[in-house]
């Protein structure tokens, strides 16, 4: 036989063991003594056996009630911990993102938007790949991303744009040269006797096009703009590289960052896929993810300026 028990009984039957008397628990929820005993009654007929001893100082449980009680406990600390999450849940404080981005993403960008975020303080679970943009892009039609971050000339189909834009490409100069010690743009034929680090795929071709860099004929490549900045730490040269890492390795290592317009833009895109059920945790980190974008995209714009 399933017996079925009412949220009020549950609370009255609590506030009963808790304080051993009909007229306290009535008081602790607001209720009359008689509507205390009356559900108190109704409870123990659908129970089937006494829950308590009536006596002149009060009511004492029988051993069914102690029994009953732990369950009772049990399940109330069930329904507390449902309640905080929906809590948290609609104070976004609670939830699951899933990001995949490029290296150009990957350094402050997705940082720093998680930080705005404050999943350090709430209960949100983060899922993060770095990898290409073909890999990213893979990743979205899978059905399991919520938010991209791609290197693509143009969007393609299955995806819904939440922001693109285009930077441009840099030539990075470390404290101490020549370069570092001024300001503005730098066409390419003012680096044609340069010992230059492309990148793999348009910069690179272009490069290689117009005969650009004192290495031209045996050129050194990259494929992402970091691991170029890391190539010329060690082996020397100049990195061409994406204003969003250009803007990252200025701020840690100094040096300078130097707009090169006549190489092609850096174009990107933040998505997710069509039909993707976006919660209100992911509507807010797409939005911090942008503004750090267009963060970034200042600085260009100054330098751009200079």
């Given at each position: 036989?399933?017996?079925?028990?009412?949220?009020?009984?549950?609370?009255?039957?609590?506030?009963?063991?808790?304080?051993?008397?009909?007229?306290?628990?009535?008081?602790?929820?607001?209720?009359?003594?008689?509507?205390?005993?009356?559900?108190?009654?109704?409870?123990?007929?659908?129970?089937?056996?006494?829950?308590?001893?009536?006596?002149?100082?009060?009511?004492?449980?029988?051993?069914?009630?102690?029994?009953?009680?732990?369950?009772?406990?049990?399940?109330?600390?069930?329904?507390?911990?449902?309640?905080?999450?929906?809590?948290?849940?609609?104070?976004?404080?609670?939830?699951?993102?899933?990001?995949?981005?490029?290296?150009?993403?990957?350094?402050?960008?997705?940082?720093?938007?998680?930080?705005?975020?404050?999943?350090?303080?709430?209960?949100?679970?983060?899922?993060?790949?770095?990898?290409?943009?073909?890999?990213?892009?893979?990743?979205?039609?899978?059905?399991?991303?919520?938010?991209?971050?791609?290197?693509?000339?143009?969007?393609?189909?299955?995806?819904?744009?939440?922001?693109?834009?285009?930077?441009?490409?840099?030539?990075?100069?470390?404290?101490?040269?020549?370069?570092?010690?001024?300001?503005?743009?730098?066409?390419?034929?003012?680096?044609?006797?340069?010992?230059?680090?492309?990148?793999?795929?348009?910069?690179?071709?272009?490069?290689?096009l117009r005969n650009i860099g004192s290495n031209a004929g045996?050129?050194?490549?990259?494929?992402?703009?970091?691991?170029?900045?890391?190539?010329?730490?060690?082996?020397?040269?100049?990195?061409?590289?994406?204003?969003?890492?250009?803007?990252?390795?200025?701020?840690?290592?100094?040096?300078?960052?130097?707009?090169?317009?006549?190489?092609?833009?850096?174009?990107?895109?933040?998505?997710?896929?069509?039909?993707?059920?976006?919660?209100?945790?992911?509507?807010?980190?797409?939005?911090?993810?942008?503004?750090?974008?267009?963060?970034?995209?200042?600085?260009?714009?100054?330098?751009?300026?200079?």
């Amino acid at each position: 036989m399933n017996i079925m028990f009412s949220q009020k009984q549950l609370e009255v039957f609590r506030a009963v063991m808790s304080t051993g008397s009909v007229s306290a628990a009535g008081r602790r929820l607001n209720l009359s003594q008689p509507s205390v005993s009356r559900i108190l009654g109704d409870l123990e007929r659908q129970f089937g056996v006494p829950l308590f001893q009536r006596k002149s100082k009060g009511v004492h449980p029988t051993p069914e009630a102690e029994a009953f009680l732990e369950e009772v406990e049990r399940n109330y600390l069930v329904l507390s911990n449902l309640e905080e999450a929906a809590a948290q849940i609609a104070r976004k404080e609670r939830g699951t993102l899933s990001i995949a981005t490029i290296t150009a993403a990957s350094l402050e960008i997705v940082p720093r938007a998680l930080e705005r975020l404050g999943v350090r303080e709430k209960q949100i679970k983060v899922s993060w790949q770095v990898k290409s943009s073909k890999w990213v892009l893979d990743f979205a039609r899978s059905g399991t991303l919520k938010t991209g971050f791609a290197n693509v000339l143009h969007m393609p189909t299955g995806m819904h744009l939440l922001f693109e834009g285009a930077v441009p490409h840099m030539v990075f100069a470390p404290e101490g040269h020549e370069l570092a010690g001024e300001a503005g743009p730098l066409l390419l034929r003012e680096l044609r006797g340069a010992p230059l680090i492309g990148l793999l795929g348009q910069v690179a071709d272009e490069l290689a096009l117009r005969n650009i860099g004192s290495n031209a004929g045996a050129p050194m490549t990259a494929e992402t703009s970091l691991a170029a900045l890391t190539l010329s730490q060690h082996c020397g040269g100049l990195p061409v590289v994406d204003a969003f890492t250009a803007h990252y390795w200025q701020q840690r290592h100094g040096g300078a960052a130097r707009i090169v317009p006549d190489l092609p833009a850096y174009r990107f895109a933040v998505f997710e896929p069509l039909g993707s059920r976006a919660s209100m945790i992911d509507r807010e980190f797409q939005a911090c993810l942008i503004d750090e974008i267009k963060r970034i995209m200042s600085w260009v714009e100054a330098q751009t300026l200079s």
